[in-house]
């Protein structure tokens, strides 16, 4: 222990990534599966917002949200699985230490923003049934952009620690046991103390995941409050779907993030590989569903990509 006390960063100027240690056989296979799920990733949100831009009835406060969460689900997507399928396809299991704490930092603080985004929709979702009239006067395209602005800053602001706390750790060893930097994986390596880090990703993470998950929850209450006081026919199911694809996608974003909390949770008592596989599916499954999701449920985008294709 003492020799590997003397062990610094400037001695170690890049880290290995291992993906699948135990399963290294099957790789190739799941190479293929990944790269079916990114270009269906990347094709299906650039059409999104390729039809968004394009379609002027789409010029809405709404669309414009979910242009943002396609941007965030793009930019999550080319941060991970590029990096990941260079490791399958090529073996380029290094990785700088500066290209590593970024990857973390964007994962970090991107997710946290898809997050804040889903609560941003919820809240205009809120406007839109239990406030309609006063609805174009709220939900403005200012209103958009100062949303926008609030989302970047606050998680930005708030993950950017992460990284910075890790990269100042001294570290004796170079081989992570993942795919992707994340900061459990990395800051374990170190030979100093790693509470502090620890700490705060745990409160950072939860008071920002678990503040949105709060809002969001007490928009639909609010929403299910309001539906099951109309009486007209109909109306209750015209009220429910305008929330239905928004919900769908809460419950992909909700769903996954839970199942690879429990799983990093109960680590000693599954494989080690099954944390590993999920949190790359996690930044992989939710930005294919998402804007197929919306495509498929939202007269208006379907009838823009329609509109779309038909130029083509």
Known sequence: ??????????????????????????????SLLLSLLFLLAMGANSTLLITIWLEASLHEPMYYLLSLLSLLDIVLCLTVIPKVLAIFWFDLRSISFSACFLQMFIMNSFLTMESCTFMVMAYDRYVAICHPLRYPSIITGQFVVRAAIFIMSRNVLLTMPIP?????????????????????????????????????????????????????????????????????????????????????????????????????????????????????????????????????????????????????
Not at 4 to 9: D, G, I, M, V
Not at 11 to 27: D, R
Not at 174 to 187: D, E, F, G, L
């Open 1 to 30: 222990m003492a020799v590997q006390s003397n062990y610094s960063t400037a001695l170690i100027s890049e880290f290995l990534l291992i993906c699948f240690p135990n399963y290294q056989s099957w790789q190739h296979w799941l």
């Open 164 to 312: 910075i706390l890790s990269s100042r750790l001294r570290y004796c060893v170079r081989i992570i046991k993942n795919c992707i930097c994340t900061n459990i994986s990395v800051s374990k390596l170190s030979c100093d103390d790693i509470t502090l880090n620890q700490l705060y990703q745990f409160v950072a993470g939860w008071t920002l995941l678990g503040s949105d998950l709060i809002l969001i929850v007490l928009s639909y209450s609010f929403i299910l409050k309001v539906v099951l006081r109309i009486k007209a026919e109909g109306a209750v199911a015209k009220a429910l779907s305008t929330c239905g694809s928004h919900f769908i996608l809460i419950l992909f974003f909700s769903t996954v993030l839970l199942v690879l909390v429990i799983t990093n949770l109960a680590r000693e008592r599954i494989p080690p590989d099954v944390p590993i596989l999920l949190n790359i599916l996690h930044h992989l499954i939710p930005p294919a569903l998402n804007p197929i999701v919306y495509g498929v449920r939202t007269k208006e985008i379907k009838q823009g990509i329609q509109k779309l294709l038909r130029r083509l």
